[in-house]
């Protein structure tokens, strides 16, 4: 299977805006209300990771994924995913902060979100609209196994990037 990642965050958290700045797309305001699939990328809406109903279409989808972006608003304060969602998806973990650019955007507290939802891996903080952090996640879904995703983020030496472990 060609490596393949589904992205999943609460809604308006930024995830259609990243998939289209990822493929280089111009982003629509539509709010996403159904999956779509665009060359490498899954994108769903966040009514998926918001109501515990859709959680079997989550499960699902993840079969046809190699990756998931457990993905983290930076200016919301909730985690929208329940403690250690990641366990339940046996899929390689990639943890995406968004709207970095955001004035009221708080790092730390984003962080430590996303470490009550993943496991272990890799986290890049991103802003769509200022184009930062973006250029990493592409490799990031090339890599397989956490010694090549730990080696990824070691030689980056990102600011953007960080690789978080429990
Ligand atoms: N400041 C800032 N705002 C952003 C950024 N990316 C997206 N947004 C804004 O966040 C809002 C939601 O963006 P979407 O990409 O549609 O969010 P979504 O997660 O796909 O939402 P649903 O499809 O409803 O689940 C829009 O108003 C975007 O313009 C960013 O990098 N910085
Ligand atoms: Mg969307």
Redesign the pocket.
Known sequence: MKNRVMII?????????????LLGKE?S????QALVYDDWIV?????YVENPMYYRNIMATSLEVTHVIY?Q?A?SARSVFPPQFSLGIPKIQIGVI?????PNANMERAIALLKNVMTHGPIVK?????KLGIELIEPLIQLTTQEEIRQFVKDRDSPYLMYCSQ
Not at 29 to 32: F, L, R, S
Not at 43 to 47: I, S, V, Y
Not at 126 to 130: D, E, G, L, R
Request: aromatic letters at 2%; zero cysteines.
């Open positions: 965050g609460g809604v308006q958290a930024g995830k259609s805006t990243l998939m289209n700045t982003s305001a539509n709010k996403t994108d769903t809406p966040g009514e993905l608003d200016t968004t709207k970095i650019d955001a991103t802003s769509s609209w200022q």
